[in-house]
């Protein structure tokens, strides 16, 4: 490894960071050369210097660089929380190594190629694309002063000096001319059309929406398509302002505790196996039809001091909310609101998904016109289905 300007200073980190990027390169997440080199030489201590991270019970143990771990526990593939709102849901984190690598093997940008990134976050992706791009080819945008003022600083002690912008990635694009790639670092319910038309033809649109991480190119009609990574992933929800705490289903407990709505009985559909696992994936499952269909709703599960599961569902927009008990062979169903088939459509979905055999997100095709309208698709023939999702 060549002494840069990057890791220079940063001497006791190099043999964890190696560890680190041939532990990525050996499960198959990064194997471009360039992208390589960026992983051996930005140290990400500098990004993270006070970090929570989840052990295996759940609990969140910080760590400091006065800890002995500390460096060790920096390199190792997981996400780093750095930041929490008020009501202790995590609002900025380093993203795990893994996915971070996945997603930037997908951006095949070129030397000289000009790349934005929504979601300036602690800094080390952007310092990541500096390493690869060049600073000046490269524009980050994250909502929070406080985080783009401090990824500012920690980049510049590297010797970058990358364009940094406050502002709202999903409707504001900094600069005038197109950009030949946009890879962001927060979730979104549907791509901007502000991203359609600040990309150049060709240019991809890394980007996680529903429960996947969408690997579109603009085509020349103004649109995007492309497909997604094999597994689920799910990051932070971009935010309308810094002050907007991070929405949690908990939050919502109140509102699928609410009396009255109607009762209904609804059979399990047939060949589901455990009737409570395929409870579990209603709420919990990872299929895009789902999550794409239903961005804001909201799912959790309530369990009493005797073991009895509640499984709910609450679309905090319009009041509506759905509480299923499993009774023999059927769902029992109490909901309330506007959207008076919340429990049924979920349910069908599932039990569509299940037949097809549980498919992850890379089994999923997406399209964007050049309006707004998103297609989601999976499958060929008298097998492909396709969904126009709601706007």
């Known amino acids: 490894m060549t002494d840069t300007a990057t890791t220079r200073g940063f001497a006791a980190s190099q043999p964890a960071r ?3 990027t041939q532990e990525l390169v050996s499960c198959g997440a990064l194997h471009s050369p360039e992208w390589i080199s960026a992983f051996e030489e930005t140290p990400r201590e500098v990004f993270t210097p006070r970090f929570w991270r989840r052990l295996e019970g759940g609990e969140e143990k910080l760590y400091e660089p006065q800890d002995a771990d500390f460096l060790d526990t920096v390199y190792t593939d997981d996400s780093l929380v750095t930041r929490w709102d008020p009501n202790g849901q995590g609002i900025s984190s380093s993203t795990m190594p893994s996915l971070m690598a996945l997603m930037l093997e997908k951006f095949p940008v070129r030397s000289g190629d000009r790349a934005l990134e929504v979601g300036t976050g602690t800094g080390y992706n952007l310092a990541l694309l500096c390493h690869r791009l060049g600073a000046d080819n490269v524009t980050s945008i ?6 783009t003022a401090t990824a500012r600083e920690r980049l510049a002690d590297l010797g970058y000096q990358p364009t940094i912008v406050t502002g709202d990635g999903r409707s504001e694009l900094p600069g005038t001319s197109a950009y030949n790639g946009i890879l962001a670092t927060c979730a979104v319910r549907r791509i901007p059309t502000e991203w359609l038309r600040g990309t150049a033809p060709g240019a991809p649109i890394v980007v996680n929406i529903g429960a996947g991480v969408a690997c579109l190119r603009r085509t020349a009609d103004g649109g995007a398509e492309g ?3 094999e597994e689920a992933y799910g990051f932070m929800d971009a935010r309308s302002s810094p002050d ?4 949690s289903p908990l939050g919502y407990v109140d509102l ?3 009396t009255g709505g109607n009762r ?3 059979p399990l559909p047939l060949g589901i196996g455990d009737p409570h696992d395929f409870m579990r994936q209603v709420l919990f499952g990872h299929p895009q039809e789902v999550h794409l269909n239903e961005p804001d709703v909201f799912a959790l599960q309530l369990t009493d001091e ?3 599961r509640t499984y709910c569902l609450a679309h905090p927009a319009s009041r509506s909310w759905a509480r299923m008990t499993l009774e023999n062979e059927a769902v029992t169903v109490q909901q309330d ?3 008076a088939n919340l429990a049924s459509d979920r349910i069908q979905r599932l039990a569509e998904w299940d037949r097809a055999g549980r498919p992850a997100p890379g089994a999923y095709r997406l399209r964007v016109d050049s309006d707004g309208l998103h297609t989601l698709s999976r499958g060929d023939g008298d097998a492909r289905r396709e969904w126009v999702l709601p706007r």
């Open 256 to 258: 699928v505790r609410s």
């Open 18 to 20: 190696h560890r680190l």
């Open 142 to 147: 994250d909502i929070d002063p406080e985080l």
């Open 264 to 266: 209904s009985v609804i």
């Open 227 to 229: 497909t997604f990574l």
């Open 306 to 308: 005797n073991g009895h």
């Open 337 to 339: 609101g506007p959207l």
């Open 244 to 247: 907007e705490p991070a929405e």
